[in-house]
Structure formats: structure tokens, C-alpha cells
């Protein structure tokens, strides 16, 4: 295998203004790094862990010849319920995602068994294991709000668990294969494994960017969640405690720039034709930060809590509204705010009018 890159759906290519650093923080070589605010690494450092697979939002890292869907549908197949770091995914368990693990253990009837302390991929392996355990504790205390199901890490008491049930029994409850992926078309790559890949943004990359792509790991736990029980009611989390989606509101020093809604690449946050408002769906959200880091005044803020009901019962919130007018100057439509019905340009070139007028008649004085 070896590590891909698509820089058209990383978020650091939609903006300068990105923080995203989560495949430098989990790389466990340290040789992805950051060149002119896009990754990059060098192929023949790379031990082809999956660690920053599973740790980007938008899955811009991938593994050439390994899917993660592919391996979903696989493991429903599989007599065994263990998975083992190298010998079960050829890469580390941390290419799975929180989604990940959500989606095998809700479609899965026997609990699911992590090998972590089995992890040896080389370099800090300790990194991928500290992620892994904070991947499988987010995705319990997730599926704890709904489900008596979850994740366990193996030791003598999950061992003795898993001697116990009935291994050969199908443990596809809420899947059928008919139509699961069976296998990829094999990558052609070329590249100079000695050599630092580097990745430019070209024209076809910028039309790409522009695109709102929801990423796989995200449509599998649709799928899973579509088919799980509805309850009666749900519970509130803390918002510190779930990392892969988020719910959102927005404060008044809102300006209606346009900018988030423009730049989010999921189309969680949108607007209308006449952009008069901000709408929100927070299962179209993978929490990659691309909207705080770019609002000026920081408008953009996180809910406290967050509501368990809206992965059930995906919702559009309208987070913003805003009086759309027309300029009595320049005839555009612009954000009224009040006072004379003129935009921003328009103020701004009579200011400047003003000031040259002023600054003539000094002159003239003098």
C-alpha cells in the first residue's frame, strides 16, 4: 500500500486561515509536514499506518489497494469479531474513524474486540495508540447515549467473552451485502519514493474545491443510524466530547460576509438564493474548524451541548437572518443594518469622495 493524497479535499487548500493539523499531529515518522499551508510527505518515510486516514475530516489522505467501506462490509462477513492491528487491516486500527467504529459496533450482534496493545506499526507508535483509545472511549460514550453496544479493547475478560458466544453466527443484523462495494480499481502510481511529494493547487483542483463532497465515513454512519431504533427521547452530551461533528450558533457581530457558508466543504452551513440567512445541519458537519478559522469577528460559536435526537433526526437549523435591501446608489443588494439604505462601497467611495473634496480645499486655501 501506499499513502495518497487528494489536496482538493483538504481543507487547508480551501484557506490560508486553516489550523487543521491532525495528520502532522498523528504521523507517527513525522513525515508529513506542512509546505506553503498544504501537507506534505515523503513516500519512503511513510510506514502506510492509515493514522492520518482516519484522523482527517474530510479524507484527503486514502490508502491505495485498502478502503475502509470495502473493510466495513468485510467485517460483517467475517466468523471473527477481533481486530488486530497489521494482521486484520494490513495498517494500524486508527485509520478507523470515531464514525467508524460507531457504524461496525451498532451493524455488528457480537460486541467488537480491539487488539490496541497489539500496535507496532514503528516510529511513536504510542501516538496511534493514544488515538486509538480516544477513538474507541468518544465512540462508546457516543453509542452510551443510545445503545447498550460498544467497542471493547481486548483482555482476559473480552478473551473469555469472546471463547463463550457463538462466533459462527451471522453478524450482519442491519446490512445486507447486496451492492457492497467488492473491490477498487488498482491505483496506477508513479512517483520518486525518495523525494518529498509536494502538491500544488491547479485549475482543476480549485473547481473540485468547490464542490461540497460528504465524505464516506460519514454516509456509512447515515446508513447504520437510519436503520437503528428510534427512542423516545435523547440525550444532551457536552460538546467537548465528540470531535468528528459539531452543532453550532451564531452571535450578533455576525456581518454576513458569506464566507463561511461559502468556503464549508460539506454544505453544512448554506444560504438561500438571495443570501438572506445562515442554515446549519450538524450531520453534514465533520468539524474541521475551516468556519471559525476564517470569521473575523468570530461569530461562529459552538453549543454547549450537543443533541444526540439530531443524528436520528437530521435537522436544517437557521442559525442567522439577515434584511436584505437594495443600494439607492449602486442598485445592489446588500445587508441592511439601518440608517440610509447604502451598502459598505458605496459609503466607503463617499467617504473617500469627502476627504479628496477636503483635501482640494486645504490646498486651494493655502
Not at 510527505?41 to 489522505?61: K, L, M, N, R
Not at 467508524?100 to 451498532?106: E, G
Not at 453509542?143 to 457463538?166: G, Y
Not at 435537522?315 to 434584511?323: G, H, P, S, W
Amino acid at each position: 500500500m501506499n499513502l495518497l493524497f487528494d489536496v482538493a479535499s483538504c481543507v487547508r487548500a480551501t484557506s490560508k486561515f486553516s489550523e487543521c493539523t491532525k495528520c502532522v499531529d498523528i504521523c507517527p515518522v513525522n513525515t508529513i509536514e506542512i509546505v506553503d499551508n498544504i501537507p506534505a510527505f515523503t513516500p519512503s518515510a511513510c510506514i502506510t499506518c492509515g493514522g492520518c486516514v482516519g484522523s482527517c475530516p474530510t479524507e484527503a489522505f486514502s490508502l491505495s489497494g485498502f478502503s475502509t467501506i470495502e473493510f466495513f462490509f468485510k467485517f460483517l462477513e467475517e466468523e471473527s469479531n477481533e481486530l488486530t492491528c497489521q494482521k486484520d487491516l494490513y495498517c494500524c486500527l486508527s485509520v478507523l474513524s470515531v464514525e467508524h467504529l460507531i457504524s461496525m459496533a451498532m451493524a455488528s450482534e457480537e460486541a467488537v474486540i480491539m487488539d490496541v496493545d497489539a500496535c507496532a506499526c514503528g516510529g511513536d507508535s504510542d501516538k496511534l495508540q493514544v488515538q486509538l483509545r480516544a477513538n474507541i472511549e468518544e465512540a462508546n460514550f457516543i453509542l452510551s447515549s443510545f445503545s447498550e453496544k460498544e467497542i471493547l479493547i481486548k483482555n482476559a475478560q473480552t478473551i473469555k467473552l469472546q471463547k463463550e458466544e457463538d462466533i459462527g453466527k451471522s453478524r450482519r443484523s442491519l446490512f445486507s451485502l447486496k451492492g457492497a462495494i467488492k473491490s477498487k480499481q488498482a491505483f496506477d502510481e508513479a512517483m520518486d519514493a525518495d523525494e518529498l511529494k509536494e502538491f500544488g493547487i491547479d485549475v482543476s483542483d480549485i473547481s473540485k474545491i468547490k464542490n461540497k463532497v460528504i465524505p464516506d465515513k460519514r454516509k456509512l454512519l447515515f446508513s447504520v443510524l437510519k436503520r437503528v431504533e428510534r427512542q423516545e427521547s435523547y440525550e444532551i452530551i457536552p460538546t467537548e466530547e465528540i470531535n468528528f461533528t459539531s452543532q453550532k450558533f451564531v452571535d450578533d457581530s455576525c456581518t454576513n460576509c458569506q464566507i463561511c457558508y461559502r468556503i464549508c466543504p460539506t454544505g453544512a452551513l448554506s444560504s438561500n438564493s438571495k443570501f438572506s440567512l445562515i442554515n446549519f445541519d450538524s450531520m453534514l458537519c465533520v468539524k474541521c474548524h475551516l468556519c471559525h478559522d476564517v470569521c473575523e469577528p468570530n461569530a461562529i460559536q459552538l453549543q454547549p451541548g450537543y443533541e444526540i435526537k439530531e443524528m436520528f433526526e437530521p435537522t436544517q437549523r437557521t442559525l442567522a437572518t439577515f434584511d436584505i435591501q437594495r443600494c439607492n446608489e449602486c442598485g445592489n443588494y446588500f445587508t441592511y443594518t439601518g440608517g440610509e439604505k447604502e451598502c459598505s462601497r458605496c459609503k466607503l467611495e463617499e467617504e473617500e469622495a469627502r476627504e479628496l473634496q477636503n483635501l482640494a480645499r486645504q490646498r486651494s486655501q493655502s
